[in-house]
């Protein structure tokens, strides 16, 4: 059932600065939007904290109460996430299901999720979230099978036996865990064939699979909603050098996320933590700019990859007036859309690495045809030349410190 005509209801806390609350607002508008709902009534209320039992006071219930009539409203979505006691208490006060942002979250990933691993993990995330709030949810249990926050475990006909419950949450662990260990079998692959991993990560919706799929020329869902991109693609390029890696596009981040999902998604963000460079691709237009790339680093903190060097691509320039600042350095401004962004871009790569490595000078007799080649597959060559007198190739780059291809450029190391 799509178009549903929401109420969102939100309590400005004493702690919650004033940017920070309206971005979150605008953004469960675009969440609502992405899941197909119809945003009638945004009821805000200001207090010192959350109601332990209705999350907002009395005199806000009643109004709420008297817009969900005026307004035709279908459901009621809160900004926060809300207890088992305060959701069954909402959905017994308005006779209409109510969710939270967290719930939403979760629902439009179960609509994205288009690989097995991905719907795992998913439905995960939904039975843990929804495990403690049964008894809260009954009005939603029973009208289960349409209406937005009712995608996933709910489409089997999910049962409020607990036992169900966690027997199924075990059997998706058990299956998941498979998965994990198939994903640590690549990566150790990859790490045996030195395959250098460029992950791009960001906010949701700053224009990471348009990027991407121009850098690939593949054809990943593009969409001007939040999540477009779910299951993480992984395809190969080569930077002007002839250097070869892999590029990843991730799922973007958001702030809030439910914990249960960073959980059920751990093995994919670990795709983030595995690489070798990070591009934070960041919506420039963007007025919320300075709060997203601040819960994008948060997020690359907690997964133990602030460390990895990175480049911040300030995207959407095509879209910005007046004068830009950037925040984080290295930067680039650039318009995914533009073929000479690309191209700088690739270059922008080039140079970065090269300050990270060490440079080599190397000279190769003609038989050793497939060192040479190694060599300008695996690092950076910036000039190659051949000496007829001496009948030897010489080459000169850069290559990481820690390589196997280093034993060949000590041996045959030379000095111009």
Known sequence: MANENILIMAVKKAIDSDSQFESSLEELKSLSYTAGGIVKKVVTQNRSKIHPVTYVGEGKLEEIKQFISEYEVELVISNDELSPGQLRNLNDHFG????????????????????????????????????????????????????????????????????????????????????????????????????????????????????????TNETALEEDLLFATLDPLTRQIHLPSGFECLITDTVGFLQDLPTSLIAAFKSTLEEVAEADFLLHVVDASNENM???????????????????????????????????????????????????????????????????????????????????????????????????????????????????????????????
């Open 96 to 215: 209409i299901r109510v969710i939270d942002r967290s719930q939403l979250i979760l629902d439009i990933f179960a609509s994205r999720a288009k690989t097995k691993e991905g719907q795992l993990q998913v439905e995960l995330a939904q039975l843990q979230y929804m495990l403690p709030r049964l008894h809260g949810m009954g009005l939603v249990l029973s009208r289960l099978g349409g209406g937005i926050g009712t995608r996933g475990p709910g489409e089997t006909k999910l049962e409020t036996d607990q036992r169900h419950i966690r027997r199924r949450i075990d059997d998706i662990k058990r299956r998941l865990n498979d998965v994990i260990k198939q994903r640590e079998q690549y990566r150790k692959r990859r790490k045996l064939n030195n395959v250098f991993q460029i992950a791009i990560v960001g906010y949701t919706n700053a224009g990471k699979s348009t990027l991407f799929n121009r850098l």
């Open 290 to 416: 300075e709060q997203q790339q601040n819960t994008v680093s948060e997020i690359l903190q907690e997964l133990d990859a602030h460390k990895i060097p990175m480049l911040t691509l300030y995207n959407k320039s095509d879209l910005l007036e007046g004068d830009f600042f950037a925040t984080i350095h290295p930067y680039m401004v650039m318009s995914a859309y533009k073929k000479s962004d690309q191209e700088e871009l690739l270059i922008n790569i080039e140079n970065l690495l090269k300050q990270e490595w060490g440079f080599y000078s190397i000279s190769l007799s003609p038989e050793q045809g497939r060192n040479m080649n190694q060599l300008e597959k695996h690092s950076i060559v910036t000039q190659k030349s051949y000496n007829e007198e001496t009948n030897q190739y010489y080459l000169e780059g850069f290559i990481p410190e820690i390589h196997p291809l280093q034993s060949i450029i000590k041996e045959h190391h030379t000095n111009r």
